[in-house]
């Protein structure tokens, strides 16, 4: 190869193959985003159409917007309001409950020494094998003996069993990450294991933590067959709600978009809020 | 104030046994330097003090209370680690404030402790800064402070000076001596580097394989060592050790060359001389003869290595000599500052 062929040194040019390749990576890029976001973008479309418009395609991109739907969706029968307070109460409890514990059961699987640690860990990890198909009806059954059944502490619970292994699993990286000599020194400076636990090693692993949360807070608001199955009236969540949507008059597909709005947006919100500390995570320990 | 005593202690990870009966008393107020090379189980006794690492037999006291089952947040010593471990979430002032936070002194109290260490080690000016923004020598200097910013009753130093360029190292290491002699601790240090263990100690406890080889004053240490590893540990260059079998009146090198030195009994020994105790002479005077193998101008000496047998031998001689490679040398010892040791066991053999 000559000098001049070399990216980045001063009168490079691109060869034909190379611009070529380039264009490929550009294409590859645009496909797969068009992929992620045009259903997205189809789904907001349709939720500010009246149903006439929902059918045509004459009406794909230019049509008259219409808030009606995010108005009928809050209304009876649909009664959005409800299932989006279930939603919230089930996610925030969920994490609420899951972080706490999933921090401190990472923190004995990171630093402590004890029989049978490695195949325990194994287990916490392999729990989420299970299809949830197969455990489903034993979690319905044992609701339904313990009363439980349809509402939301039982969600919660379902939910914390889908949360803490992969919550457990994320924070020990983390905590992992975190040099043992920080957590020596200070308790060479006087700090009971509790202090060094509060106030040296969740600061240090607080983007794990929090990815942890922002993961499971998505996990619990998304989650639908659990729901599905252990709720029935009161502590229906918003995917459920969604269902709702497919009458014996049809699909309502503008309502049906309109709930899809709701169930995303405060996803999206809490992405950007958390996007910065989210990337940061991701790299974390890969510098020094 | 405080005496600490090591009495049989043990210290096994797994089959691999680390510390071998260790005995050993740290006087009140003395510095003492626990010195060896990587694996000697310096760093562990040191650990076992602080209570971060458990001894698996033997007692650890402090002025002869049995401390052992004592958690190490309650042993009240303070200690610098090698890589500071420093909070990296916290600003240098609070790094230096978290002990005395962790005591609950007030607020006032503890700014103005945190400012009186800070200045001590010339950290004024970066107190609001976060490690991260700080320089390797500056992060040592936050560990010292945050170890001196209240009056512990030991410290520790695991090899405080090892992640800092050499020019630095001289300057703590200054630093370090003085704190240490203005504070009046009782400190053990732990280094693998001689030079250090020279200048900063009281007493120096040569390490190897978790048994302690010697225990003296560095000067003892440097002109009187007990075996023949502590004698290639310390000084700098080593000391020279060439195998030799005693012959006739005189000792033979491994490779045949004959040196007229009158070994205390026969057998295999280790010859043992220092460079500073060596010297170029006429052929006529002197103890053996053998060709330069290199030449070095240090600025204030010069060296001189020859090859003795299979060992490379230095000698340091005026600044001004100026020798030729393969130049064949006269080497004269000084009697009084030879050493014999068993071949062996590298025991000493006392003339």
New interface residues.
């Given amino acids: 190869m000559s000098a001049a062929s070399v990216p980045g040194v001063p009168g490079y040019r691109a060869g034909p193959a190379e611009r070529a390749a380039g264009w490929l990576r550009a294409l590859a890029v645009f496909v797969i985003i068009a992929a992620i976001l045009l259903p997205i973008f189809w789904i907001v479309l349709t939720a500010f159409k009246v149903p006439r418009d929902v059918y045509t395609l004459d009406a794909a991109l230019w049509f008259a917007p219409t808030l009606e739907n995010l108005r009928t969706v809050f209304e009876h029968p649909w009664n959005l309001g409800s299932k989006i307070v279930n939603s919230v109460l089930v996610a925030s409890g969920t994490v609420l409950l899951a972080i706490p514990m999933a921090t401190m059961a990472a923190y004995a699987f990171a630093r402590f020494e004890f029989r049978g640690k490695q195949a325990l860990f194994l287990v916490v990890i392999a729990s989420q094998f299970i299809p949830a198909a197969v455990i489903v009806l034993p979690y319905f059954l044992m609701f339904k003996q313990a009363g439980m059944l349809d509402t939301r502490s039982a969600l919660v619970l379902v939910n914390l069993s889908i949360v803490l292994p992969y919550a457990v699993w994320m924070i020990k990286g983390f905590i992992d990450a975190v040099p043992v000599e920080m957590e020596e020194s200070a308790m060479v400076d006087g700090a009971s294991r509790a202090r060094v636990i509060t106030e040296i090693v969740v600061p240090a692993a607080l983007p794990g933590i929090i990815t942890a949360a922002v993961f499971g807070f998505t996990l619990t608001w998304n989650e639908f067959l659990f729901a599905l199955i252990i709720s029935k009236q009161d502590a229906l969540t918003l995917p459920i709600g969604l269902i709702g949507f497919r009458t014996d008059r049809g699909d309502l597909w503008e309502l049906m978009a309109a709930g899809g709005i709701l169930i995303t947006a405060p996803m999206f919100v809490v992405s950007l809020l958390v996007h910065r500390q989210f990337i940061g995570s991701l790299t974390a320990g890969a510098v020094r | 104030m405080t005496t600490i005593t090591l009495s049989g202690i043990d210290k096994s990870f797994g089959a691999v046994r680390i510390v071998r009966d260790l005995n050993l008393t740290v006087a009140d107020r003395e510095f003492l330097v626990l010195l060896g090379p990587s694996g000697c189980g310096k760093t562990t006794t040191m650990r076992m003090v ?3 690492e458990h001894p698996t037999l033997g007692e650890i006291a402090f002025d002869g209370v049995r401390i052992n089952e004592v ?4 042993r ?4 610098v ?9 916290m600003s240098v002032a609070q790094n230096i404030a ?2 005395l936070k ?2 609950g002194v007030p607020a006032a109290e503890r700014e103005r402790l945190v400012a009186r260490a800070a200045e001590r080690v010339e950290l004024t000016p970066y107190l609001a800064r976060m490690p991260r923004e700080l320089s390797g020598g500056q992060r040592q200097r936050v ?1 010292l402070a ?1 170890s001196i910013v209240r009056k512990p009753r030991v410290f ?1 130093m695991d090899e405080p000076l090892s992640n800092l360029d050499a020019k630095l190292r001289v300057v703590a290491r200054a630093q370090i001596k003085h704190l240490a002699q203005e504070l009046e601790v009782t400190t053990i240090y732990v280094t693998h580097d001689q030079v250090e263990a020279m200048t900063l100690a009281h007493r120096v406890a040569v390490m190897r394989d978790g048994v302690i080889h010697q225990l003296g004053a560095p000067a003892e240490i440097y002109n009187d060592p007990a075996d023949a590893f502590v004698a290639g540990f310390i000084g700098n260059p080593a000391m020279n050790l060439v195998d030799v079998e005693a012959e006739g009146a005189g000792v033979r090198a491994e490779g045949g060359l004959a040196i007229a030195l009158a070994a205390p009994r026969p057998g295999r020994l280790t010859l043992g001389a220092r460079a500073e105790d060596m010297r170029i002479v006429p052929a006529s005077e002197a103890h053996f003869q053998a060709p330069v193998y290199t030449f070095e101008l240090l600025g204030e000496a010069t060296m001189a290595t020859v090859m003795v047998g299979h060992t490379l031998v230095a000698i340091k001689a005026p600044k001004d000599l100026r020798l030729e490679p393969d130049t064949r040398i006269g080497v004269r010892f000084d009697p009084a500052r030879l050493f014999w040791f068993d071949a062996a066991s590298g025991a000493r053999v006392r003339a």
């Fill in positions: 602080a209570g971060l958690p190490t947040q309650r009240d010593v303070a200690m680690f090698q890589n500071y471990g420093l909070y990296p979430h978290y002990p962790l005591r560990a945050r520790l």
